[in-house]
């Protein structure tokens, strides 16, 4: 989709974090912009700021694991502004997490948000994509759906269901208008989970895979619209290269990730995580 001035889009995930980068960048572009996430206060103040591009921007609070909340989300976004032109599923959660610790029910709500909100979503506005035949969908994945990440098996789960997504829906649709894209971000500086959780904590991701701006997530989704890309990788160095390897010799991928320190930081991640369970234990 080339032109995208007068567009609408929905965003999930819109009330921090990359997902406000995805929307400036969107408004930049003209798009009119539906703004979805739990957080009303943070979202209306996003929504505010949205406008001074000269768009419109509604601010739509809900939980995308409920099922009636995604169809308001949508049910909203058509009476308001007639059509849905593009998705962006950006809405996630993650835990660092030693497997065996995590419970069923953070499981499935992790699958449920990371996962089928984005299937579910993509299913109630693909009708009208189709009438038009119009229409984008984005899928904010990560590295870990490219690479099993240990210490993240329902996380890295769920963002290599989202590229399986993607690319069979980009089969199934590719002569019919609509675009299906995957974004895929390693270790993201200054905003979002890793900012928020491992910095926090003096975490640091190795510096063979680096990190890269919120701004850079943004601008790849623009293009991943405009270009209609099937997927782009959004970090420093030689990570095409590296994911290349890792998906055509598994074996080859699994000892590159445990020489480059990621499987320390992720390890790091999960005893911090237990340790603070164990505090919150003793209370």
């Known amino acids: ?91 996630a959660i993650e835990s660092t997490i030693h497997f ?37 969908v984005v899928n904010i994945s ?30 199934e649709f590719r002569d019919r208008g609509i675009g299906f894209s995957v974004i895929c971000p390693g270790f993201v500086s200054d905003v979002g989970m890793y900012a928020d959780s491992m910095v926090a904590h003096g975490i640091k991701a190795p510096w063979t895979l680096g990190t890269s701006k919120p701004e850079k997530v943004a601008r790849a989704v623009i293009k991943a619209i405009e270009k209609n890309k099937p997927e782009i990788i959004v970090n420093p160095n030689a990570t095409r290269i590296l994911m290349t390897i890792a998906e055509a010799s598994p074996m080859a991928g699994e000892w590159l990730l445990a020489r480059m320190g990621v499987n320390k930081v992720f390890r790091q991640g999960a005893e911090l995580h237990a340790a603070e369970q164990a505090r919150a234990a003793t209370r």
Do not use: W
């Not at 789960?157 to 069979?168: A, D, E, P, Q, V």
């Open 142 to 171: 990560s590295l870990a759906g490219k690479a099993g990440t240990p210490y993240e098996v329902a996380y890295s789960t769920t963002k290599h269901g989202l590229m399986g997504m993607t690319r069979s829906l980009r089969g």
């Open 100 to 136: 065996q610790q995590q419970t069923d029910a953070e499981f499935d709500h992790m699958v449920d948000v990371n996962l089928l909100a984005p299937v579910a979503l993509t299913r109630l506005v693909l009708p009208g994509m189709l009438e038009r035949k119009r229409g984008h």
């Open 1 to 91: 989709m080339k032109e995208l001035r007068g567009r609408n889009a929905i965003v999930t995930g819109a009330s921090r974090g990359i997902g406000v980068h995805i929307a400036r960048a969107l408004a930049d572009r003209g798009v009119n912009l539906i703004l979805a996430a739990r957080t009303t206060d943070e979202l209306e103040t996003v929504a505010t700021e949205m406008t001074e591009f000269g768009v419109r921007a509604l601010a739509v609070p809900c939980d995308i694991a409920d099922p009636l909340a995604r169809q308001a989300l949508v049910d909203v976004a058509l009476s308001q502004f007639g059509s849905v032109d593009l998705l962006i599923d950006n809405a």
